[in-house]
C-alpha cells in the first residue's frame, strides 16, 4: 500500500470541493476528485495536476449505490485504503424554497443528495478508512442548518429555505450519530462550514472565495488524533447546533 496520504472529495471538479482537493493536494496528498460528469471531472484532474498536485478522477455519483461501489473499488485499487474522505457533494433543491409553495420533489432531491448520498458514499468508502492509521471525514455542512442561528432574529441566516437549510441540520445530525457509533474507533467525523461562498450553487452571490471556503474542512482533514470528533466548526470556532 502507498505511504501517501489517500484523499477522496466528492463534488470536487468546481467550487469549494475544487479547492478542498487543491488544498490537500498541496500536502503532498494524492487527491481523488470525486465528480459525475466526466469532462468537468477530468478538466479538473488535469488542471489540479498542472498545478503539481497528485490527482487522479473518480467518477462519482453519490445518489447512485453502484456508482460509488465502482468508485471504493477504484480508490481501493489505486491505494488499498482511503485516510481521508470529505463530503461536499450537494444541492440547493432548487426555487421556491418558502414552506409553503416549496416543492416536496425539491426537498426530496435536496435530502437525497446531502444527507442520504453522504451516508452512501460514506458507508461505501468505511471498509477503505478502517485501513488507515488516521482516517479522518468531513462532511461540508452550513451555519444555515444551525437551529440556534436560524432561531435567533439578529442572526443572519440567509432567505427562509425548506429544502436546503434542513437538509443540513439533517446532515449535521447524522454526523452526530456517526460519530457516537464510531467512537471507539479512530475514525474522526466533524462537520464544516465554509461559510457564504461566491459559487454557483448561489449565483456566485456569495461573499468568500472557494478557496476561503476550504480552509474548514482542510483543517478538519489534519486534525490529529486526540482532535475532535462529532463537532460542527466555522473558521471562527464551533457552530452552535
Not at 140 to 168: D, F, N
Not at 209 to 228: H, K, M, S, V, W
Request: overall charge negative; aromatic content about 4%; some cysteine.
Amino acid at each position: 500500500m502507498s505511504e501517501q496520504t489517500i484523499a477522496l472529495v466528492t463534488g470536487a471538479n468546481k467550487g469549494i470541493g475544487y479547492e478542498i482537493a487543491a488544498g490537500l493536494g498541496a500536502l503532498g496528498w494524492s487527491v481523488g476528485v470525486g465528480a459525475r460528469d466526466e469532462e468537468r471531472r477530468e478538466a479538473a484532474v488535469e488542471k489540479l495536476r498542472a498545478a503539481g498536485v497528485d490527482a487522479f478522477g473518480v467518477p462519482l455519483d453519490v445518489t447512485d449505490d453502484a456508482s460509488v461501489a465502482v468508485a471504493a473499488g477504484l480508490v481501493e485499487k489505486r491505494a488499498g485504503r482511503l485516510d481521508v474522505l470529505v463530503n461536499n457533494a450537494g444541492v440547493t433543491g432548487g426555487l421556491p424554497q418558502e414552506p409553503t409553495r416549496v416543492d416536496p420533489a425539491d426537498v426530496r432531491t435536496a435530502v437525497e443528495t446531502n444527507v442520504i448520498g453522504v451516508i452512501r458514499v460514506t458507508n461505501g468508502m468505511l471498509p477503505l478508512l478502517r485501513r488507515s492509521a488516521s482516517p479522518r471525514i468531513v462532511n461540508m455542512s452550513s451555519a444555515v442548518g444551525s437551529l440556534t442561528r436560524q432561531t435567533t432574529p439578529t442572526a443572519e441566516t440567509g432567505p427562509i429555505s425548506a429544502a436546503y437549510a434542513p437538509s443540513k441540520t439533517f446532515l449535521n445530525a447524522v454526523t452526530v450519530q456517526y460519530a457516537k457509533e464510531l467512537r471507539d474507533t479512530n475514525i474522526l467525523i466533524n462537520a464544516a462550514c465554509p461559510g457564504y461562498c461566491a459559487t454557483d450553487l448561489n449565483g456566485f452571490r456569495g461573499v468568500r472565495t472557494p478557496e476561503q471556503g476550504a480552509a474548514i474542512a482542510i483543517r478538519l482533514a489534519t486534525l490529529p488524533d486526540d482532535g475532535p470528533t462529532g463537532g460542527f466548526f466555522e473558521d471562527a470556532g464551533v457552530v452552535p447546533w
